[in-house]
């Protein structure tokens, strides 16, 4: 590995590091089978050693529906963000009993509940079958073949590790194709709620100061994992720490970083820029606009569309934030620099050459991709499982290594539990997203364009969501079991009309998918291969993979900022929530909840709320846990400041933050505010 | 005039009105000089003499903020919508007087509080001058030419008009181009706020409630009109009916329809489908979301941004109707049938031929257009002030018909009132609006675009709008009056960040202006002017012109209709308001004021509240006054149905409603709930 080199540490800390090219700075999601233990060393004095990775890895957990978290008690308590558990508070919430507002607690274990479609994955080991995958690969293949093998490998790898295992087993594509890592997880899908404070706390300062500092949110809430029906004694698990962070400090952040692109090329980031991120932005405005509009009709529709509506709001934030980023040419530029620079020394500079054009004129393709085999036509959990359904028919009949990737013989059992999960669903609220959904497909692709015609079937909008929804009964997980054991013959039979839709896209999207492999990533994946390789020869493997929602170890050190002229503070305390709520007399999205109002004169008001680090840090990396050298978990991540909003291009180490909830600030709420003694004893057990 | 048969009613009446060919049942926005007399008297044995025709259109007025309105004492109260009143509530208010929330009664004439920017104008007569604007084009001339003709001659008749009749003179083009008409006002500019309920019962319901019925809306607002400092008593005005509108009743809407398509083509209708709306419905998406996050940020700023909220959601909700309604084919089917039929008969089928072509391919033009030269931007008061800055500068020294249209003689006088007007404006908003506005800009036309460029600059959006408001001193109307002076190379040199961008686009927003006119308006205007002459020819006039903001005579009945299987009254009454507030426990959006909740007691239940006819209005008739036989106000209308959503394209009598505050609700809620006995008196003086 190689290591940065002073002069150039110093240069780019002035400025945003470069996009590729060596390691710098607190720079880097690095891989847990490779992590810069030489570069900590040096910059923190801190050595981590391997045995410190591996309880690292072994106490950390990822959600499936896209968050960290980790394993904080010896009975198998689990911390990650609110607003991860919010989708579940959501689930388990009724008219009666909205936890979203009142926040949850369990009095005891009997309390405990089960969260309605959960599935934690704690990665054991990661094993390097790079040359196993290239090596599937013939030298008269073209790209299509040579993705069509690889694809086939990796499926037969994960099924025979799977077999041999046990182990949820998935082989996982680094550097955009430049290696491969077979990645075993230890699977828990009984998973309890224990404890949430409110959203009004939890979320405190709202829309308004989300990817904003400083900050005064208690984002955190505790789940318990059992098995067999009883909770988990696992043998790793993060140990609070008994000091707060101060600055200074160097933490580590633990998690699964969603997706970055700071490897990508240039002509990929203009792509992004000119055609993917304004999709994305008008399909999430269309969302947030419909659901905005359903949660008006009452305080039920309301609370159910919550989670849905800010989670919509947190993406155009993101995606406002990422456009703007790519407007200043800056990031632009520095791509194309480091592209040049390593095209020149490279044996294929054809390979950039290749993405560009492979991504030119494929807006139409992507965009019905996106809408018809992506599903944001249609992005119902009605559809979801009607699609599953329909494609469980049609692919389990083939060997494993030859279906559509997702349907594995090594993730069916995920598959599975996702798709009979008891999660509600609301047939009014699907209406509306259907409709909203439909009419942005007849907007983007054109009323009479064949797709829009395919879905519409002759009605508008509306009437075919209604339609569609009160013709089907797969709200039934029930109904989903039966369905899921049909032949495709007796499905086209069935008279569910959402799996009619489902039957009558599928040749469409299946081509669909088809020609995007082809045409744009199997081609994208070649030349990102070949890059890879050539970066590898050219500078080591300095820069770690860009993110993949796999486990990544981030470095940095507790620090404050300036802005606008002001110092920023590396933290917050309990005095800073009272001091913004009262200034804001007390209004959302500054209201406090009662019980912070009560427990007020009890609270000791310095405690730490709130601290920033300079670890590098993606959605996704949402309910980390932050770590001290002893390995002591100091915070839970929850959020990064506006400048870190271009974190997937570019990382930057004067400004940009991410921010985390204080472990002191959880202890004291816990046991003042919500009078939960007994979890805290159990977090801070020794 | 041609009046419809029987047969040919009892079969429209059964579906949708044709969308051209002869009138039939209650449809039609009629001109006051062409109203349709006879066939109100065939229908409902009402015979509308000349003497009422002329009361109405001098008793109503037209308000400059794209309302109507009319006169309603002997003391020039003037009543409307409160939603047409609430931009100037949320002008008079402050963090202190919130009167969008609270309300405002003025408790004496010295409490009346001047609007910062209203205008109103009273139609005093209209004169036929197609001959004279036709006459102007030569046999010689082009499309351009002739446009550009025309354009002159309108000028140069408003000129004339204005200096012979000091009265506001515009003329109108009616039919698309088949006749022209010269429109004299009367001009009121100093109006003050009287009365206006809190917005939680202007608007009950909410958005939830917007576009449907049954309503319990008091969407009513009075203002009063001076001249001199003293009240203007007019000579004309309506006096209240003293008793409500009845079933069956005949109604008459007086009002200022915006815009109908009804006469449109059908190539149009595609054109709007397939780019317009989808278009417009990104615009709106995009600048709702802005202004509900500029909103959260607290109190404040959403009493500040809550009018244009509301108009936005308003504008999002109409323009998904209009899209899913031309979605099923019907519509468009329709209109190419009348199209065929028309163009059969005519001795120029080009003509629709032309409307396609001259359509075919502009969308991208149309998109340049509506960004740079329709300011969909930068739609900021700041902005639009620094263009007529600009081009005052650029216009004034040419003769009044060689201007720009909107820089006439005939218009200074309005234009400078706007121009120089005191409304507020809010730094952070205007912000936050031209943010999102260069976003979309980027989003749309792709941020290497030359016109993208050209406004940002180099900066990101964000940047840009904070460089722009803060090196602005456009929002003091003193700062607007000195550079209204100064001449384009003074302008050049004044340093002003938005008069800097108005230059810097100028030329290229111009260039678009003329190369949408030559490609798109004009050939369009001559085609529908080509195509009025032979609709005249063949069926007569019997189809009143597409609404254009002007004056018009609507009739229908008061009439309920079946929905779903039900039956829905033709009215609602007070109790409808107390029970549903009731059984939204009284939660937002259906939330009652207190003062409602105080006077329930004294209330009578039984009061006429909502009703609705079926005669035909669109936007802009907002504020009509809905009259009965003897031109006695029954009620004014504020919104129509959701049946009601596609009346741009067509008109339908079987569900389409338009909806009224009656008469009776108005006068029993000044009296019993807003103890305003005072104005109860004035206006039910005899």
Redesign the interface.
Known sequence: MNFCKIAFCIAAAASLCATAGPACADKGMFLLNDPPQRLIAERYGVNLDDAWMRHAMLAAVRFNNGGSGGFVSENGLVITNHHIADEVLAQLSTAQNDYLTQGFLAASPAEERPAPNLELNCLQSIEDVTDKIKGAVKPYMDAAQAAKARSEKMAQLEKESLDATGLRSDVVTLYQGGLYHLYRYKKYTDVRLVWAPEQAVASFG???DNFSYPRSSLDAALFRVYENGRPVRPQHYFRLASQAAQPGDAVFVIGTPGSTNRLQTAAWLEHH??FT??YR??RV??M??AL??FA????DEARRAASYISSQ?NS??AY?GM???????DIVRRHWRTDQELALKSACPQAWERIASSLHGSERLEEEYSLLEGRDAYPSPLFSAARHIVRLAQELPKPSEKRLREYRDSNLESLRQDLFSAEPVYADLEQARLTASF?FL???L???HADTALV?N??????RAKELVQGTRLADPEQRRRLAKMSLEELRGCGDTMISLALAVDEKARSLRDEYDRCVRSPLSEAYGLIAQERFRIYGQSEPPDATSTLRLSFGQVKGYEAEGKSVPYCTTFADLYRKSRE??D?P?YALPATWQKAEPSLDKGTQFNFVSTADTIGGNSGSPVLNSSGEMVGVNFDRNQYGMVRNYVYDEVQARHIAVSSDALIAALREVYHAGALADELTAR
Chains 1, 2 share one sequence.
């Not at 456009?323 to 040419?329: E, I, K, N, V």
């Not at 002759?458 to 009437?463: A, I, R, V």
């Open positions: 709202g829309d308004v820029r000119n991120l304004p932005l008008a405005r269309n947030e606009a905005r509009q008006e009709r009452g305080s709001a155009r934030k406002t456009f703007q980023g790519l407007l200043s040419s009419s007849a907007e983007r054109g009323s009479t519409l002759g009605k508008t909008p509306g009437e804001a007399h209004l999205p």
